[in-house]
């Protein structure tokens, strides 16, 4: 081996070159795969974070307005506000509340944004007395759904932040990486909340150094405004050492609403421009000097226009570049009589503005164009324009058309403005305008409504013209494109049809009346659409990473259906459907389009509406299908994540997000839709219990040492050492406090800030269950020594100890009222009160292995093994029924208004019943053994938690929902890896010794337990798994993506079969041609 060393090659990072160079051992070339790796992550994130780079907005707003001239904003410099701001930012160190933000506000036209650009230079100049070395802004943008939304915003501040100090990117990473990279981390319905948390963690860090935040336009903020108003104000008041080194400057109109947020923060700085109105005219005149000049006026015609202009402006910089932008073309011979056309006043000159295109031969196809920039819901393209508007002979690939549009567009008289091929107003107060001022006249017949109906049939028209099977030509079944760079043809098919595939939707649910007959009823527009197109639709969504917002728009459709058109339409039953088979199929749209036409279709339900429209046509070379459920069951999402057993799982009070907590060490945070938004914990131990409160902190208890305090982005907040033992019970009261009860013996008391207050002592086995009583005066615990004891915390005493039971107490329960605990031990029930007074005593029919008191504390359920499962009325010690069932029983759950028990064993079947024990459901977790129940608060839902750390959400009145029927499931196999082997007559079942996969060759040995001799196949295929185990392939080729609850324990091949079991204990079989 040669010693030399050799260099291995250079690459940048951060701006600076590093030559590597190594000795030929592993661990240098691990050393370099390792940092490439991790160059790779942070590239990967920072691309997924950025929504647009706010360096460049401002680059684009600069040109646009035709330059920042200096001499119009360096007067903010001196005035009295800015200066006050400014100086106290001399003093980072200065908790000073009122030296932190800075509003600038004013009316439309006003020069905010120029002006705020213009602070932005000034505080990025190298020398000064306050420069800072981070420097972070956003201007938002009503017209443009990319920055025109609270997400966006702190998307773009902390996009900044992280590129100008790298070191932050940790922050993003910890969340992002555990979130992982296709999670939606940044764009679903919790990113605000995800981002916040994230942005948080960015500016407390201890090495952040001096930071200005600028924030233009809120008032063009139109999504999550007050969520944004409310993040500001909310880290103003926290005076920390970080915090001191961060700045604020924002800027919007007059708007009521955010004043009445900031002022009521009181510790902000307000700079009104109205009352500096002799700086704002002085400023004006400049710029109108500005633009004389570049009008190129001379003499007394530049005297003249400079005269009108100073007399008519009414200090507002928009009047001018408007009025200016109309005189460009204008002959000088005529500039002078031009001049007297434009009124003094933005509104004024709007309605001329108006008047000019009614007045001129292209007025109806103005209109046209206007109508549909006032109802889009972002800027468009030429090209997605030619879609949208009804002009004669325009064709949405033709470029000489598009040129012919963009004349159009300059025609609109100011109004709007093309730039890089994208249209949008010119300003938002000229929007503003023509919806407050011109509906009538642009709209058809006056409506905006009538006009939402012509943008969803045209978007439709345009998708059923243009949207076809593998339109982008990929060659392979298996190409993903969340890993593969996609290459668009050339003309691109869906240039034209980007905004209609994301939005024709949301103008569907714009119109309203009669206008929904013709899109809605029974093969309408809508309908037809679908049944024709739903695949070719949601394959485009996967190719314009567009995924999640195609399942917002259908989610949305169908909640507004109810409203207009029968419920047992044809047009609900269908978008019902695909509902579901978007939500079913998600991962597969968004990464494989091509795999929306075959696994998709294998593995969604026999009789789907989708899959019977759409099999025929893209599964005729499959002979034979997988066995799948007749029906959608009434499992809505299954969440995974955790690896081992989940033991513990709860939901924050405001619903958003579900916390569980797993033997596997880990806690998961997700959100209502399955996401995974956070991962955290100590995998060195596993969690025993896990629990929220209001404030979203997670306090976990270990298998062993302390209580651990976490907040919802998985930093950890608090860790509390006292226990010798592991902490088998958490909880908290509803004031912030803490409880954890331990297998030493010991309960100990924490206030929030993580101080132990008192340590309870007098159990004599391991403490199991701790509960803060409902005023939180008292605490009740249930020990291994057979015991329940109620404490005064307020005494600091055992208040009282029940009687105890005559041996040891296995469960117990606390009422939800708070007024009754239930004790079981061996075949007898005790129920309690709180001072210890046990009021009755009920014989129960063997062990109680559980017991579970209803919501209003009236009656108890109890199962013992396989006698059944009775309920009581505790106050006359009254067995009111029982169901006698075939499996034991370990699972009970009351509805929320004690109505519906939900009844189960942890590896059988959940039955659903009313309290009077009349059966309305059955259902079937194919997950492995369920450990725990909740019922939403509508008695609609369920959820379930598997030991296989699965989360699975059933609707259990679902009108199309059917008990789902398990073929060839295996019974009588214990935790053990199972095999299948076919044998021409019968399936045989035993344990895997050994297997492998080769590329094109499969190798599996195996002692069959009711095989006479061994089972070997080692030959090449047609059919095979790949190595990922992710694919069925035919020939060498991945051709069948396999979900999750598919993916292969075991199989054998005969031909072009494939028959394979899975780890559900079903197996299934593929055959091709």
């Given amino acids: 081996m040669e010693s030399e060393s050799k260099t291995l090659g250079v690459s940048q990072r951060g701006g600076t070159w590093l030559s590597v160079r190594a000795q030929s051992n592993r661990t240098s070339a691990f050393t370099i795969r390792q940092n490439n790796s991790e160059f790779e992550a942070d590239r990967c994130c920072l691309n997924d974070l950025r929504v647009t780079d706010p360096r460049h907005d401002k680059q ?69 007395d306050a420069k800072f070395d981070n420097l972070a802004f956003f201007f938002c943008q009503a017209t443009d759904e ?41 764009q679903d319905s919790n990113a605000f909340f995800a981002l916040s948390e994230i942005f948080t963690d960015l500016i407390q860090d201890p090495a952040l150094k001096s930071t200005c935040l600028i924030i233009d336009a809120l008032d063009e903020c139109v999504v999550g405004l007050p969520w944004l108003l409310k993040l500001i104000v909310e880290k103003l008041s926290v005076s920390t050492t970080a915090n001191s080194r961060l700045r604020w400057i924002v800027s919007s109109r007059n708007w009521w609403n955010i004043e009445k947020v900031l002022n009521t923060a009181a510790q902000g700085i307000n700079l009104s421009l109205e009352l500096n109105a002799d700086s704002i005219s002085t400023a004006v005149t400049v710029y109108i000097r500005h633009k004389v000049d570049k009008l190129g006026y001379r003499g007394k015609l530049r005297d003249t226009v400079s005269q009108y202009l100073l007399a008519n402006a009414q200090s507002t910089f928009l009047w001018v570049a408007l009025v200016c932008q109309e005189l460009q073309n204008v002959p000088q011979l005529r500039v002078q009589k031009k001049l007297q056309e434009f009124p003094p006043g933005l509104d004024m000159l709007y309605r001329r503005m108006v008047d000019q295109i009614y007045n001129s031969d292209d007025a109806k196809f103005c209109e046209s164009v206007i109508a549909v920039m006032l109802v889009v819901r972002r800027p468009i393209t030429l090209k997605e324009l030619m879609t949208l508007v009804d002009i004669p002979d325009l064709e949405p690939d033709d470029d000489l058309n598009s040129e012919s549009l963009r004349e159009i567009v300059q025609l609109c008289g100011s109004f709007l403005t093309v730039r890089d091929g994208v249209i949008s107003f010119v300003h938002q107060s000229a929007k503003d305008y023509l919806v407050k001022n011109e509906s009538l006249q642009m709209f058809p017949d006056g409506r905006v409504e009538k006009q939402e109906q012509l943008m969803a049939l045209r978007s439709i028209f345009a998708m059923e013209k243009t949207l076809t099977k593998n339109i982008y030509g990929l060659e392979t079944l298996d190409f993903d494109i969340l890993k593969n760079k996609t290459e668009r043809p050339n003309p691109d098919p869906l240039a034209s049809l980007r905004y209609a595939c994301a939005h024709w939707i949301d103008h569907v649910c714009g119109t309203e009346g009669d206008w929904h007959e013709n899109l809605l009823s029974n093969n309408g527009c809508v309908h037809g659409f679908l049944r024709k197109h739903l695949l070719h639709w949601l394959e485009a969504l996967s190719l314009l990473k567009a995924v999640t917002s ?10 507004f259906l109810p409203k207009v058109i029968p419920a047992q339409s044809q047009t609900s039953r269908l978008l019902y459907d695909a509902n579901r088979f978007i939500l079913h199929n998600k991962e597969i749209v968004e990464r494989f389009p091509r795999q929306i036409y075959v696994s998709a279709l294998l593995f969604s339900p026999v009789r789907s509406l989708t899959r019977k429209l759409f099999e025929g046509e893209n599964l005729d070379w499959v002979t034979i299908k997988p066995v799948v459920e007749t029906d959608w069951g009434a499992c809505l999402q299954t969440f995974y994540g955790h690896v081992k057993d989940v033991t513990s799982v709860n939901i924050s009070s405001d619903g958003i997000c579900v916390v569980s907590g797993s033997v596997d060490g880990t806690i998961k945070i997700w959100d209502v839709s399955g996401n ?41 907040l608090k860790t509390l050492y006292g226990h010798k033992s592991g902490v088998n019970s958490v909880a908290f009261s509803n004031d912030g406090r803490i409880i954890s009860g331990s297998a030493d013996r010991t309960i100990k008391i924490w206030d929030s800030s993580g101080n132990c207050l008192n340590t309870l002592s007098g159990h004599i086995d391991h403490v199991m269950s701790v509960v803060f009583s409902k005023d939180c005066t008292r605490v009740i615990s249930g020990s291994c020594d057979k015991t329940i004891k109620i404490w005064d915390i307020i005494g600091k005493n055992c208040s009282n100890e029940p009687h105890s039971h005559g041996d040891k107490i296995t469960v117990l329960d606390l009422s939800k009222t708070g007024k009754h605990i239930a004790t079981g031990s061996n075949d007898t029930i005790k129920i309690w009160d709180l001072d210890g007074n046990c009021i009755n005593t009920l014989r129960n029919e063997g062990m109680v292995g559980l017991i579970v008191f209803s919501n209003n504390g009236a009656r108890i359920v109890s199962s013992s093994g396989y006698c059944g499962v009775k309920v009581w009325d505790i106050s006359n010690n009254v067995c009111l029924s029982t169901f006698q069932y075939d499996f034991v029983v370990t699972l009970v759950t009351f509805s929320n208004n004690d109505t519906l028990l939900a009844v189960g064993s942890g590896d059988g079947p959940i039955k659903i019943l009313n ?74 079942g035993g344990r895997l010794i050994k297997w492998h996969l080769l590329t094109d060759t499969v190798d599996i040995s195996m002692n069959m337990g009711l095989s006479p001799s061994p089972v070997t196949i080692a030959s090449p295929q047609n059919v095979g798994i790949s190595s990922s185990g992710e694919w069925v392939t035919l020939r060498g080729h991945n051709v069948v993506w396999l979900p999750q609850e598919y993916r292969t324990t075991c199989f054998v091949i005969r031909g072009n079969v494939i028959t394979f079991g899975c780890a559900s204990g079903r197996h299934h079989q593929l055959g091709f041609l």
């Fill in 60 to 128: 684009r707003i600069e040109s646009a307005k035709g330059g920042l001239l200096a001499d119009a904003y360096t007067w903010i410099l001196h005035n009295t506000e800015f200066e006050e701001w400014h100086g106290k930012c001399n003093n980072y160190n200065s908790n000073d509340g009122r030296s932190r933000l800075l509003w600038i506000k004013g009316d439309p036209g006003k020069g905010k944004t120029m002006l705020l650009c213009g602070i932005i230079d000034e505080l990025s100049k190298p020398t000064g």
């Fill in 915 to 988: 309290i009077n024990g009349d059966y309305l459901n059955t259902l079937y977790s194919d997950r492995g053994e369920v450990r725990s129940i909740a019922f939403s608060g509508d008695e609609r839902f369920i959820a379930l938690i598997s030991r296989e750390g699965t989360i699975q959400i059933w609707n259990i009145e679902d009108k199309f929902a059917s008990e789902i029927q398990f073929e060839g499931r295996l019974t009588g196999h214990d935790h053990g890896l199972t095999i299948l082997a076919f044998d021409n007559t019968e399936w045989l």
């Fill in 550 to 559: 195609g399942v917002q728009a259908i989610a949305k459709l169908n909640l």
């Fill in 146 to 186: 990319r920055l025109n939304n609270a997400t966006a915003v702190l998307r773009g501040l902390i996009f900044l932040l992280v590129s100008r100090q790298p070191t932050l990117l940790s922050h993003v990473r910890k969340k992002y990486d555990s979130a992982g990279r296709n999670s939606g981390l940044f």
């Fill in 676 to 716: 995974c938004l956070n991962t955290f914990g100590d995998n060195n131990y596993s969690i025993r219990s896990v629990t929220i409160s209001n404030n979203e902190h997670i306090a976990s208890g270990l298998e062993r040492g302390p209580v651990k305090i976490w907040d919802s982005n998985g930093n950890l």
